[in-house]
């Protein structure tokens, strides 16, 4: 806790200092088309690049949490200067250079092969595509060349999702939200549904909070000094370990049952504005 002189002479405590922002990339800190420099508006916007510019001058590290591939989130994070970054939501955490697998004992080898591959051996991904013939698809293309989680688009309930994973003895696998895919109707996929979400196919015990858990953890950091901004269900879930959690504006705009998960939570803010705006919001704010 830091202390400041008041007016009148008498010590007065402030907040503490924000030591890491973890903020998910598309939805968040990308704006549409997954581009750190355009706003909610498709216009030209600096207001991304700034937060991770206030970032630095307050000396706060950030760390990029997301579902996509090592790989990409590896690019990411080397745009930005980040020293640690988390893939696959949550599935992998790298940090300064030292990969960490958050998949409870499910780990690549040469026997066999990647978690992915272990996974799709399993039968699991198969058999949810089964169930929900015309509600579920395979993500493509970037469902392709993944280390962990099998990507998925649709709208099925996670529930019976969940019940058949059980039911078939895969209980150690989960299907995850990962938020609404606003692509979908101009891209024309999957028309004949409503919405269009994105699904992984992950461990049951990985996720984004456990993976931003570990992180705070080996960084000493304390919870209240530690940010997070997303925009899905999953992201939602760091809301449990970071100090507050910033939902995009976007998110509610997408999603509005999202706005029924946010009491769950006593730790979280809606930003008033969405994508790297409302990054910039949470950044400043804090």
């Not at 008498?10 to 973890?22: G, H, I």
């Not at 745009?79 to 690549?108: K, N, V």
């Amino acid at each position: 806790m830091l202390l400041a002189v008041d007016g009148i002479g008498a010590l007065a405590t402030v907040a503490p200092a924000m030591r890491c922002l973890y903020v998910d990339l598309d939805g968040t800190l990308l704006g549409p088309d997954a581009s750190l420099l355009t706003g909610p508006d498709g216009r030209f916007s600096l207001l991304a690049a700034r937060a991770l510019e206030a970032c630095a001058r307050a000396n706060a590290e950030v760390v990029i949490y997301s579902g996509r591939k090592q790989s990409s989130v590896f690019e990411a994070a080397r745009l930005i200067g980040a020293r640690s970054y988390i893939f696959e939501l949550g599935c992998g955490l790298m940090l300064d250079g030292e990969l960490q697998w958050l998949t409870d004992g499910i780990e690549p080898s040469e026997e066999r092969g990647t978690i992915f591959d272990q996974i799709e051996a399993s039968g699991a991904p198969a058999l949810l595509l089964e169930r929900f013939p015309g509600r579920l698809e395979p993500h493509t293309p970037w469902a392709a060349l993944r280390d962990v989680s099998h990507l998925f688009r649709g709208d099925v309930p996670l529930d019976e999702a969940a019940a058949l994973l059980e039911e078939a003895g895969l209980g150690w696998l989960r299907l995850v939200d990962n938020g609404v895919i606003i692509e979908a109707r101009r891209l024309g996929i999957m028309p004949s549904l409503e919405i269009v979400r994105a699904y992984h196919l992950i461990p049951a015990g990985s996720s984004k909070a456990r993976a931003v858990a570990r992180h705070m953890q080996a960084r000493a950091y304390p919870r209240s000094e530690c940010i997070a901004a997303g925009d899905s269900r999953e992201d939602l879930e760091t809301a449990e370990v970071v100090g507050t959690f910033w939902l995009m504006a976007n998110a509610l705009e997408r999603d509005p049952a999202l706005a029924d998960e946010v009491g769950r939570f006593r730790s979280v803010r809606v930003a008033s504005e969405g994508y790297g705006a409302g990054v910039y919001e949470a950044v400043v704010t804090t």
